[in-house]
């Protein structure tokens, strides 16, 4: 049996470290906004070669935040991809903007800036560009596109730790960015757990703000907020994976680059040269995708679907006004994408075992 993602091998490697991590949060009692979220965010922010990191619930919490950090509410409209998780759009509609989709490029599966331009109106406020699967979007033509028109940029970089545009880490091009810690994330906590970064003094504080009732002291709320709060905990057992992020990223990239090497029968994912990918997810092409994962499935190899459905086809959204053909690029991946087992305590055997199997269905 080969799963598709493996938490349990990750943790015995670095048990000791968790362990102490976690038992010093259980010894100094202090379990909410306390010395290890702050230490935490100046080690990711210093990560990521941004000035300030925010420490929140969730990603979609983080996104949301974000949002309302730049005033963007009913009115508004922002600018992201169909092919991304439901949280994207979800953390838009929470701040009562209304989303508005752009179709993707088939080689990066990204946003296609040649698309964006058709997308943009007068009630335009923000871009979210998402760096899919590992890889950043190509973000030069979006940049340009959001300066002529004057509007945000924010990146959704929840699959993205590490990655890299033009040498440059993603999160750090626009007014700010949100990353998710979910436990599978390549940076993942033991629960949920968000982070947003900028480089903006007023943005940053505006979002501390926000994410604890609008407090700037205890009991006073200076500005409406909400709560989300990444916790002691999580923030201790993210420190210990901050320091072997890069180490797995590199063990992630050496298994994408043997897939890659390997794999004949489908079309394997593709590194644009613009950037390094850091493979939060090993995705491949095949025009007969359901009937390769049930090859898999009969061969104990997992497998996975990201995204079956896009969100302009999803029953919630049907609100946003799209319908089957708009976003054709987008509805040919959702039926041809299918993502492998991908993870750095993943062998490099099992790499090969699983690579044999796809090239068996002809």
């Keep these: 049996m080969i799963p598709f993602f493996n938490l349990t091998k990750q943790y015995n490697v670095i048990k000791s470290e968790i362990d102490e991590a976690a038992a010093r949060v259980m010894k100094k009692g202090c379990f909410i906004l306390g010395p290890e979220v702050a230490a935490f965010e100046k080690e990711f922010s210093e990560y990521i070669d941004a000035k300030y990191a925010i420490g929140v619930g969730s990603g979609t919490e983080a996104l949301h935040i974000a949002l309302l950090a730049l005033s963007i509410g009913p009115g508004d409209e922002v600018i992201t991809v169909p092919n991304t998780a439901v949280a994207t759009v979800a953390a838009i509609e929470l701040t009562g903007a209304r989303a508005v989709l752009c179709d993707v490029r088939a080689d990066s599966m990204t946003m296609d800036a040649d698309k964006l331009a058709g997308a943009i109106t007068h009630q335009t406020r923000a871009i979210i560009p998402v760096h899919l699967f590992g890889q950043s979007a190509d973000l030069d033509p979006i940049l340009e596109l959001a300066k002529k028109h004057n509007l945000f940029v924010v990146e959704d970089c929840a699959q993205a730790h590490g990655a890299t545009y033009h040498g440059k ?17 390549n940076l993942g906590a033991y629960g949920d757990g968000g982070a947003i970064v900028t480089s903006n003094a007023q943005l940053a504080e505006r979002m501390c703000l926000i994410r604890q009732y609008g407090w700037s002291e205890r009991y006073i709320s200076h500005i409406k907020g909400i709560n989300s709060r990444l916790d002691e905990l999580q923030a201790a057992i993210l420190r210990v994976k901050l320091r072997h992020l890069d180490e797995w990223n590199e063990a992630r990239r050496e298994r994408a680059a043997l897939y890659t090497k390997l794999l004949h029968t489908v079309i394997p994912q593709r590194e644009m040269p613009y950037g390094k990918a850091v493979y939060h997810l090993y995705v491949i092409k095949s025009p007969r ?66 690579a044999a199997v796809v090239n068996e269905f002809a």
């Design 289 to 354: 995708r359901d009937q390769l994962s049930s090859h898999l499935k009969a061969r104990e190899i997992d497998t996975a679907i990201h995204y079956p459905v896009p969100i302009h086809l999803q029953p919630a959204y049907a609100n946003l006004g799209y319908r089957v053909g708009d976003f054709p690029v987008v509805e040919k991946l959702a039926g041809e994408i299918l993502s492998l087992p991908l993870y750095p305590e993943l062998s490099l055997d099992e790499v090969r075992v699983v």
């Design 169 to 185: 880490a993603v999160g750090t091009y626009g007014e700010s960015a949100i990353f998710s810690f979910y436990p599978t994330k």
